[in-house]
């Protein structure tokens, strides 16, 4: 396909009088041909972004294309600490312009019993339609909330965008990641999830910041799992090493931050 289209814009440009600076205007075919070629240099580049990655893979690093980009969708590592990480608008919610935003939907009362959200100003928004179809091998359900009515509200230009003033304020919920979200959050307000989230951000945060600013560590210099797993368990002894000197200096040697748990 490729090569079909090297072939049929080399064969366009031969017609085309090209111009180019500031005070020249381009010709209706000039800029029909730049549109195919753009689309041409891009194709070629999903090309070869899709040659490198092969059939194995679906992502991979630009600065290292022997390894895979790593994303989030399991517990990786193994030991319950992924289902206690904040979403991202965790700390937004809790802030007072977010809560001035009467029109979004965190800011609405949600009736469970008759699938409808209930505005800053009492009126209901019922469940208008809703569908499911497949994301990236995964069912997602979206519904979309309707208000029967917006009119003579007061609080309508805080809570409505839409310019028409007969148009009444609808929601769009993606019903999938609400559920995902209120897991997220059963989880992370827990005793147990407050604990580990304090945990994972003085443990592995400070870590890989310490590792990036005084180690100077900016990427790995070899390739390989079992290479890049070396140096990472140096990287750690070193780390470790400094952590237990800078303890010794300071006295506070068999101290630890938090209760260890007992085997």
């Known amino acids: 396909m490729v090569l079909a289209l090297d072939h049929e814009t080399a ?24 549109k ?8 070629a580049e999903y090309e070869e972004k899709l040659d490198v990655m092969g059939k194995e893979r679906n992502s991979d690093s630009k600065t290292d294309t022997d390894t895979t980009i790593m994303r989030m ?3 990786h590592i193994r030991n319950g600490q992924m289902s206690f990480i904040k979403p991202a608008s965790y700390e937004q919610q809790k802030s007072p312009k977010f809560r001035k935003q009467l029109g979004r939907m965190e800011n609405m009362t949600y009736d469970a019993d008759e699938d409808c959200y209930i505005c800053a100003n009492g009126r209901r928004l019922p469940l208008r339609r809703e569908c499911t179809e497949l994301r990236n091998r995964r069912e997602v359900t979206t519904a979309w909330y309707r208000c029967e009515d917006c009119t003579g509200c007061p609080l309508r230009e805080k809570c409505c965008q839409a310019k028409d003033a007969e148009q009444p304020k609808e929601l769009r919920v993606n019903k999938t990641l609400q559920e995902l979200r209120k897991a997220s959050q059963e989880n992370i307000s827990t005793e147990r999830g ?22 100077g560590f900016r990427r790995f210099l070899t390739r390989g799992r079992k290479n890049v797993r070396t140096e990472l368990f140096f990287l750690a002894l070193g780390f470790n090493l400094k952590k237990l000197w800078m303890k010794r200096e300071n006295g506070r040697l068999q101290t630890h931050l938090s209760q260890l748990d007992s085997a």
């Open 11 to 34: 064969q366009a440009a031969e017609n085309i009088d090209f111009v180019h600076g500031s005070g020249k205007r381009k010709s209706a075919e000039q800029k029909d041909w730049e």
């Open 73 to 75: 969708k399991e517990d």
């Open 36 to 43: 195919l070629d753009e689309l041409r240099c891009r194709w």
């Open 194 to 215: 407050v604990y580990l989230r304090l945990c994972r951000s003085i443990q592995a945060e400070g870590a890989f910041g310490l590792l990036k600013t005084d180690f």
